[in-house]
């Protein structure tokens, strides 16, 4: 069975941190990029990061997040993390992963719960 679990979300001030972790299982993990995504409310999920986890340093971070956002990938934990700082009122989201697709889409057409961001300002 195909899991992408989200967590590490929470409450957190204006400037401050969260690491999200994204823990994969059920697919071969180095097979796939990992990506995360986010969705406001009332507004689309979009994607803010990826990384290719069999090819050191393929990594994007959208200009959204540039600078403030960090994608790492631990292989033997097939686990993906995306570490936040600096973070902004409009950061808040629920963040979701998934495996992609080389075009860049979601692999997964169902996604998981996500991890909730609140960020107070």
């Known amino acids: 069975e195909v899991q992408l679990v989200e967590s590490g979300g929470g409450l957190v001030q204006a400037g401050g941190s969260l690491r999200l972790s994204c823990a994969a299982s059920?697919?071969?993990?180095?097979?796939?990029?990992i990506g995360w995504f986010r969705q406001a409310p009332g507004q689309e999920r979009e994607g803010i990061s990826c990384?290719?986890?069999?090819?050191?340093?393929?990594?994007f971070v959208d200009d959204s997040v540039k600078g403030r956002f960090t994608i790492s990938s631990d292989n033997a934990k097939n686990t993906v993390h995306l570490e936040m700082n600096n973070l902004k009122p409009e950061d808040t989201a629920v963040y979701y992963c998934n495996a992609l697709l080389s075009s860049g889409s979601p692999l997964f057409g169902s996604w998981g719960r996500g991890t909730r961001v609140t960020v107070s300002s």
């Open positions: 990384i290719i986890s069999n090819s050191a340093g393929s990594a």
């Open positions: 059920g697919f071969t993990f180095d097979d796939y990029g």
